[in-house]
């Protein structure tokens, strides 16, 4: 049952009544309206940007990308009995709404969230640049109207990454408005240079100018339509095969930032892979300091630090159950760790994030749990108002 709330928490004067531990997600979801691309684009682009289309019996989704048919099997409910056969809308109210939003997030415990496109992921897959760019610009035009809404959603720009020129415009003009991040897919379009590359040179030295931090989501790789089955994997294990290998995008992004020299070159860059877990970080750190001292001979370019450095002080990663994720920070001494809800999809928390935040946090120090919960957060985006206090 919802704990009665005021719209915004704490600013308005929101008592507790029970014990909740608050938490700022470094990891949710804007649900973008179905009529957004024709409402805002010329009908011959519309027709060409990302739409889903599901069979009658809610299986399976077919979606449209610029010519391209994508078909995959819909995710199903399995924590959230009630949320049978429901859409996003119905089950989560809040999803696309910008007040009834902060009613879910209150219910739910979760203050402020790094907030991503949904639909507009696939955005990735179109190679017609001028097209990318167009629809880049309607995602962001309708996401700061969003975000104008409430200081607590920092919603990512989506950054057009078929040409770097466009990417860098579209960084600039983001931050001219407000935006905090761009949302990057984990690898570039297909055909276009991959990031350890120093064509991207200009897209990092604008996000760092311009403050913005750099926002990998897993699972977000360019697809070819030629050769995509709805999955890497079929077969005996394929769904945990595939779902596994969705997180392996984001840590390979920013390995490849290090090991290129970006956080050298660019120190007050930021970076985060959210829904990908967070124990991967001292993994990826150790096994690239082994490799920078071992094969120094071999090590092009040089960096001033140990790639464990950048990792650690430059990389922040979001994770949702992990229970590995919290030792990242007690014994291995990544303190860059956010939680994540993943609000509204599927697989996220929403009914149930207060019982995943207990489980996670209640045999922790307050120190640590605030760390993960707020703190991890606040330092990558301080303008958010600050977080009510968990109670101990």
Known sequence: ???????????????????????????????EPEDLFESSLPPALAERMPRSVKDEDGKWETIHVDGQQFRRRMPKALDLTDAEGLTV??????????????????????????????????????????????GARAVNDWAIEYQRFSPRYVCTATIPLLTVETAVTEIEWAASMGF????????????????????????????????????????????????????????????????LETTYGGQRAVTKMIAAGVFDRHPTLRAIVSEGGATWGPFVADRLDEAYRQHSSQVRPQLSRLPSEYLYENVYASFQHDRTAVAAVTSMGWRNVCWGSDYPHIEGTFGHTQKVLHELFDDVDAATRDRITTGAYQELFPHVPPA???EA
């Open 1 to 31: 049952m919802r704990s009665p709330t005021e719209p915004n928490g704490r600013e308005e004067g929101w008592t507790m009544t029970e014990r909740k531990i608050w938490a700022n997600s470094g990891d949710s979801h804007l649900v």
């Open 89 to 134: 809308r119905e089950r989560a109210p809040g999803a696309n709404d910008k007040a009834l939003r902060h009613v879910d997030l209150d219910a739910e415990g979760i203050w402020a969230e790094l907030v991503y496109p949904s639909i507009g992921i696939w955005m990735s897959s179109i190679q017609d640049a001028d097209l990318l760019a167009a």
């Open 180 to 243: 905090h991040a761009g949302y990057l897919s984990v690898a570039p379009p297909i055909g276009v240079d991959d990031w350890h590359l120093d064509s991207w040179e200009p897209m990092w030295s604008a996000l760092e100018e311009t403050g913005m931090v750099a926002a990998f989501h897993v699972g977000t790789e360019p697809h070819d339509a030629s050769s995509f089955h709805g999955s890497y994997f079929r077969g005996p294990g394929g769904a945990l095969l595939n779902y």
């Open 388 to 390: 009510p206090i968990s």
